[in-house]
């Protein structure tokens, strides 16, 4: 017999949140998650938590050869296992890395220190930030800023700001609405022994959820002996009219749009928007 209490949680989830609510579990810090994240982000043929070796490789050539100032000082924001650093440091470039999944951290250090690679790399929020004009570039790769609200994306960006030496660039992707029209909104649902979400059987009901100015939620409700858990991944796409309005008025000036950060042309169907923006 099914528990009514859990029955009843999950009606509750079930029903549409508002926007950008966050009351959830974490899956960048929940230790199992974290982990299956870990196993994502290092695969190398998996666009998943990072893309692909291949395309990780072309970013870094585009990037140091057309953007970056030789033996400058990055900021990596969500710089999880550090994928890119270690790139940019042995091409010269003197790397801060911060992400705060204690397991993407300590992958990164043990890696770093295995290879000889001077990059600093601290375990922290990058919301909770207070570096001062310290950096010649910040970067975010791979769409974080899309799980910003509004508030929280004018938070991130003083902190960008703040961080930057003046010139200084900032570097950053996010997801266009031809992406989530190839991705559609979620709905399904499976039980599952081991998986991704638990190491133990559990349920997994899947739906997603659409707002207005292109704002989305895929959300995960995990049901196990332990009980009721709701997960949730806010999307806010941009095009390039919204993302250029909102970074101008942030105190940058556009230097670059590209289609992707491997330097590819923007189309009008792209599914990433690529900005290379300079502190006013
Ligand atoms: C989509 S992954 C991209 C990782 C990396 N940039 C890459 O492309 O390989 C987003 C990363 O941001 C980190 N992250 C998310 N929110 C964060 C926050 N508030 N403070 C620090 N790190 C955060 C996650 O732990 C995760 O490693």
């Not at 966050?22 to 982000?41: D, F, P, R, S, V």
């Not at 585009?62 to 270690?86: A, H, M, Q, W």
């Not at 375990?123 to 790769?141: A, G, H, K, P, R």
């Not at 930057?164 to 609405?177: A, M, Q, R, Y």
Request: charged letters at 25%; one cysteine or more; glycine letters at 6%.
């Amino acid at each position: 017999m099914i528990d009514e209490n859990i029955i009843n949680q999950i009606k509750e989830f079930s029903k549409k949140p508002s926007l950008f609510n966050k009351k959830c579990g974490n899956i960048w810090t929940e230790e199992y998650i974290a982990n299956q994240m870990l196993k994502a982000h290092i695969d190398p043929n998996f666009d998943g938590a990072s893309r692909r070796a291949v395309i990780i490789n072309k970013t870094i050539d585009f990037l140091t050869r057309n953007v970056l100032k030789e033996n400058s000082s990055i900021l990596d924001l969500g710089c999880g296992p550090g994928l890119y650093d270690e790139k940019l440091c042995q091409r010269g470039y003197k790397v801060t890395g911060i992400d705060f999944s204690i397991n993407s951290i300590n992958y990164a250090k043990n890696s770093a220190e295995k290879q000889g690679l001077n990059i600093k790399y601290k375990c922290n929020n990058f919301f909770e930030l207070n570096y001062s004009e310290e950096f010649d570039t910040v970067m975010q790769i791979y769409g974080e800023i899309n799980t910003f609200s509004d508030s929280e994306r004018s938070k991130f960006f003083n902190i960008v700001k703040n961080s930057l030496k003046p010139n200084g660039l900032f570097i950053f992707d996010v997801s266009t609405p031809t992406l989530r029209k190839k991705c559609g909104l979620k709905k399904n649902w499976y039980v599952g022994n081991s998986g991704f979400w638990r190491d133990k059987i559990h349920l997994v009901l899947e739906n997603g959820f659409q707002y207005d100015n292109d704002i989305w939620l895929d959300q995960y409700i995990v049901a196990d002996n332990n009980g009721v858990q709701v997960y949730r991944n806010w999307f806010h796409d941009y095009t390039v009219k919204t993302i250029s309005e909102i970074i101008q008025n942030s105190g940058f000036k556009i230097i670059n749009i590209l289609g992707n950060l491997t330097g590819e042309i923007l189309k009008e169907d792209s599914e990433w928007i690529a900005i290379i923006a300079q502190k006013k």
